[in-house]
């Protein structure tokens, strides 16, 4: 009898240590992920033009889940064609199984933010080139182009991007054109202060930095 309560004692202690060091575990961003995330498969047959993802190589960075919750160093890359964030792990690569709000990585000494949260487009990620009274978004879709030759049996699978510029003032959401024509119609009510910065610093508005400093200028106003 003394020998089978003993025992009983033990498997309580131990169960008791696991529930604790379980309580106690913190919680990972591979509580979140799904092992659903299948490379695309490359056979002989099939000729891949492009690349869906939004970089060539992995990305590591901080990735902000629609919890709250924040990990750091995480290693991903961004799928542009389906929208999805792919995260590797010991090889694997997996995807959130829950909304990707925000996630930003360095890119030389600046900061790359992407982040969803914008009406009426809440679930989208935008790129933030500028966050002020006024921000500056961008969207990069890269549709899947497929098409087979009937006559050798190959298929040929292309990845075309499609960029959009977005500004959001006043709690809205605006798409406007990467052009001096573009930008200076959305932010008319400062039209000609804008049109003399453009004309004086010669502005090349298919530059990304300088279409970021422009807007942050209209701020300054």
């Known amino acids: 009898m003394k020998r089978i309560f003993v025992k009983s004692l033990l498997s309580i202690l131990l169960l008791t240590c696991a529930a604790t060091t379980f309580a106690q575990r ?21 000729d891949l033009r ?33 929208e999805s964030l792919v995260i590797e792990v010991n090889g694997n690569t997996y995807v959130p199984n829950r909304q990707v709000k925000k996630f930003t990585y360095m890119d030389g000494t600046d ?28 969207h990069t879709k890269k549709p899947k ?17 499609r960029t959009d510029y977005y500004l959001v003032k006043d709690n809205r ?18 039209k000609p202060a804008l049109k003399s910065y453009v004309d004086e610093h010669d502005a090349n508005l298919k530059d990304d930095r300088v279409l970021a400093n422009i807007i942050s200028y209209y701020d300054s106003l």
């Open 50 to 82: 492009a690349s869906p993802f939004l970089s060539p190589d992995w990305l590591v960075g901080e990735v902000v889940l629609d919890d709250g919750k924040t990990y750091q160093n995480v290693k991903f890359n961004y799928d542009q064609s389906s």
């Open 173 to 190: 959401l605006q798409k406007v054109s990467p052009t001096e024509k573009g930008v200076l119609g959305a932010l008319a009510d400062k």
């Open 145 to 161: 182009i497929q098409r087979e030759d009937h006559f050798t049996g190959n298929t040929e699978i292309n990845f075309v991007p």
């Open 111 to 138: 900061t790359v933010i992407f982040k969803n949260g914008y009406l009426p487009e809440g679930q989208t990620l935008f790129q933030v080139l500028y966050e002020g009274n006024t921000t500056l978004l961008k």
């Open 26 to 46: 913190e919680i990972s961003i591979g509580d979140y992920l799904s092992p659903t995330y299948a490379p695309m498969l490359i056979n002989k047959k099939t």
